[in-house]
Nanobody, 123 residues
Framework: QVQLVESGGGLAQAGGSLRLSCAASGKIVSMEYMGWYRQAPGKQRELVADITSGGITNYADSVKGRFTIGRDNNKNTVYLEMNGLKPEDTAIYYC?????????????????WGQGTQVTVSS
């Protein structure tokens, strides 16, 4: 099966930067969509940014101009470069990936989430 492993979270000061990575492993045939979501305490999970296999990106209004999403298709990895961090960016950040895998003899669709990585921004 497909697994996602996130890294790069931690503590930053307001105005600082962090870089998140999410590496996918398994019998991956395609990774059509990769995205970063976040969930702050007491709030619903929300989209931060996503990117298609063709490189089309989409950002939440709250992070436009500060965050950049990118992917390395050869490594099945998606990145989130976060600059100009604000205390309101504090949340658990989750990676999501969708596509097709071939665990046995035929392709199946997958929609996987990572375990989450904590990002804390102090004022």
């Amino acid at each position: 099966q497909v697994q996602l492993v996130e890294s790069g979270g931690g503590l930053a000061q307001a105005g600082g930067s962090l870089r998140l990575s999410c590496a996918a492993s398994g019998k991956i045939v395609s990774m059509e969509y990769m995205g970063w979501y976040r969930q702050a305490p007491g709030k619903q999970r929300e989209l931060v940014a996503d990117i298609t296999s063709g490189g089309i990106t989409n950002y939440a209004d709250s992070v436009k101009g500060r965050f950049t999403i990118g992917r390395d298709n050869n490594k099945n990895t998606v990145y989130l470069e976060m600059n100009g961090l604000k205390p309101e960016d504090t949340a658990i950040y989750y990676c999501n990936a969708r596509g097709e895998a071939r665990p046995t003899f035929w392709n199946i669709r997958y929609d996987k989430w990572g375990q989450g990585t904590q990002v804390t921004v102090s004022s």
